[in-house]
Nanobody, 117 residues
């Protein structure tokens, strides 16, 4: 099993920054991909950014240029640096970890990000 613990959420003013972290523990062999997703009230969960264990990244259009995902394989830690935050970024942010063969996915409990003046 895999256990993910997120931290770093909170309340920030528009234009501000937050740094989310997710630390994984448990059976972490053959992990292929790490990611951040978010879910706003009344909306479906959506991809924010992903990073493979080899460092290849993928960003949602809204995240490109404002968010940066990074991975410390040795510490089993993925980080999402979010800059120039907007009210529409308000959501619960979830850490995700995947194995592709066979496929399995794990989720953290989520951390609330609120962007408001």
């Amino acid at each position: 099993q895999v256990h993910l613990v997120e931290s770093g959420g909170g309340l920030v003013q528009p234009g501000g920054s937050l740094r989310l972290s997710c630390v994984a523990s448990g059976s972490l062999s053959s992990i292929n991909n790490w990611g951040w997703y978010r879910q706003a009230p009344g909306k479906q969960r959506e991809l924010v950014a992903t990073i493979t264990t080899h460092g290849s990244t993928n960003y949602a259009d809204f995240a490109e240029g404002r968010f940066t995902i990074s991975l410390d394989n040795a510490r089993a830690k993925v980080t999402l640096q979010m800059n120039n935050l907007k009210p529409e970024d308000t959501a619960v942010y979830y850490c995700n970890l995947e194995r592709w063969t066979p496929f399995s996915a794990y989720w953290g409990q989520g951390t609330q990000v609120t962007v408001s003046s």
